[in-house]
């Protein structure tokens, strides 16, 4: 089946500039991570959305982040006057609920910030 | 706070070695991932752990978790320039949701 979908692929914006990102999870996850890696780095926990419990923003960098996820599926992350350390790969992951809780990661999407 | 530390950072080998990348946690972690990225690519799922004493082998990759310890190690028997890639692991605890990340280590196995 199809996996996890993130669009655009590449992102090159200048700074000030608003952003948003897509994500595509499998059909069925009612669980939803976004996170940030910058280059060389780990995987930093952004945001998580569980069905239609309030999400866990606890991960977001400021207030010019946010996402929402529309009918349990499809979420979007909104980057609001971008800076040049936003400059990142973004990667959206889903899981089912309960199982071994296996999280399955989108291609991301690769933010440039000039 | 569950943090999660790996080494090493980086790995470099010669074909047909073997090797081991060491991933420790600091508090109660019962599931733990390890997890593979090529350059450019997402993050490819390769063992989820479960249980202490838990092994699994895929190729030339096993991986284990000492729960006891609070470690888990990715071994690499006989490395093959197809396995360069940067490795990450991945702890969590059964009940919730977040899953703290390594720093990855990133493995260059050499022809």
């Known amino acids: 089946g199809a996996g996890v979908s993130q669009s655009p692929s590449n992102k090159v914006t200048e700074k000030g500039k608003d952003v948003e990102l897509r994500c595509d999870p499998i059909s069925g996850h009612t669980a939803l991570y976004w996170y940030r890696q910058s280059l060389g780095q780990g995987l930093e926990f952004l945001i998580y959305?569980?069905?239609?419990?309030?999400?866990?923003k606890s991960g977001l960098p400021s207030d010019r982040f946010s996402a929402e996820r529309t009918g349990g599926s499809v979420s979007t992350l909104t980057i609001q006057r971008t800076q040049q350390e936003d400059s990142a790969v973004y990667l959206c992951?889903?899981?089912?609920?309960?199982?071994?809780?296996?999280?399955?990661f989108g291609p991301g999407t690769r933010l440039t910030v000039l | 706070e569950l943090k999660v530390e790996q080494n090493p950072l980086f790995l470099s080998m010669q074909e047909g070695k073997n090797y081991t990348i060491y991933c420790n946690y600091s508090?109660?972690?019962?599931?733990l991932y390890w997890y593979r990225q090529d350059p450019g690519k997402s993050l490819e799922s390769l063992f989820v752990l479960l249980s202490n004493g838990a092994v699994k082998q895929e190729g030339r990759l096993m991986a284990s978790l000492d729960t006891k310890a609070r470690l888990s190690t990715l071994h690499i028997t006989a490395a093959v320039h197809d396995l360069s890639a940067t490795y990450f692991c991945a702890g969590s605890t059964s009940g919730t949701y977040k899953y703290i990340f390594g720093t990855g280590t990133r493995l260059k196995v050499l022809a």
């Open positions: 959305f569980q069905g239609n419990s309030a999400p866990d």
């Open positions: 508090t109660t972690s019962d599931r």
């Open positions: 992951a889903s899981r089912t609920s309960g199982g071994d809780n296996e999280q399955f």
